[in-house]
Nanobody
């Protein structure tokens, strides 16, 4: 599985961005997907995850109420809609695919990773 993340950029606090992650494999619809982020000097952090069907989602505490994860299996793409962005959201955002269908907040459960897309939020 190859994953290509896109949609990052430089925005101001309060703005919105939508990240996309396109998967190369047709069996994408069988895999749970996740978004993680890593800020400079910090550990990788869970952002959001979604199960194979899109019927179950979870977001991290730091983004709860602001970020939404969704997927379009017909397009083999998962999205991360980020609203009310804050400077502390600045990081490289990575999408990841699990080998299984159940979503997870733990990066060890994800077998495939995209190259990351950078998000910078200015105050």
């Amino acid at each position: 599985v190859q994953l290509q993340a896109s949609g990052g950029g430089l925005v101001q606090a309060g703005d919105s961005l939508r990240l996309s992650c396109a998967a190369s494999r047709r069996t994408f619809s069988n895999n749970a997907m996740g978004w993680f982020r890593q800020a400079p000097g910090k550990e990788r952090e869970f952002v959001a995850s979604i199960d194979w069907s899109g019927g179950s989602q979870s977001v991290g505490d730091s983004v709860k109420g602001r970020f939404t994860i969704s997927r379009d299996n017909a397009k083999s793409t998962v999205y991360l809609l980020m609203n009310s962005l804050k400077p502390e959201d600045t990081a490289v955002y990575y999408c990841a695919a699990s080998r299984g269908s159940v979503r997870s907040a733990y990066d060890r459960n994800y077998a495939y990773w995209g190259q990351g897309t950078e998000v910078t939020v200015s105050s």
